[in-house]
């Protein structure tokens, strides 16, 4: 199983970036994927989640600004975010878990992607 983010780049305060997660040996319709960051310094923290059942769930500092999807045709899951902020500047990582119920927090995630690093400046 290999999970690969992509997508980051350098942005400016208020633009948008699409991150996907693309999967191989795994889909994504019968896990939850999980979408965590890591800035510098700090813990990594659990940001969004789809479960197998589009259930999704997001940190509070990025409701109403990211939206998790997921495309069981190409086999990707989707982060678009939108109004980007310098406080999103992290790696973002993709996740995955068992079928059924998703959550933000770490132990629950079984295979983890790369990470792809995200930068927002002022």
């Known amino acids: 199983v290999q999970l690969q983010a992509s997508g980051g780049g350098s942005v400016q305060t208020g633009d948008s970036l699409r991150l996907s997660c693309g999967a191989s040996?795994?889909?994504?319709?019968?896990?939850?994927v999980g979408w965590f960051r890591q800035a510098p310094g700090k813990e990594r923290e659990g940001i969004s989640c789809i479960s197998t059942s589009a259930f999704t769930s997001y940190r509070d500092s990025v409701k109403g600004r990211f939206t998790v999807s997921r495309d069981t045709a190409k086999n990707i899951a989707y982060l678009e975010m939108n109004n980007l902020k310098p406080e999103d500047t992290a790696s973002y990582y993709c996740?995955?878990?068992?079928?059924?119920?998703?959550?933000?927090?770490?132990?629950?995630?079984?295979?983890w992607g790369n990470g792809t690093l995200v930068t927002v400046s002022s």
């Open positions: 996740a995955s878990a068992g079928p059924g119920v998703c959550g933000l927090g770490r132990s629950m995630y079984d295979y």
């Open positions: 040996g795994l889909a994504l319709n019968n896990v939850a």
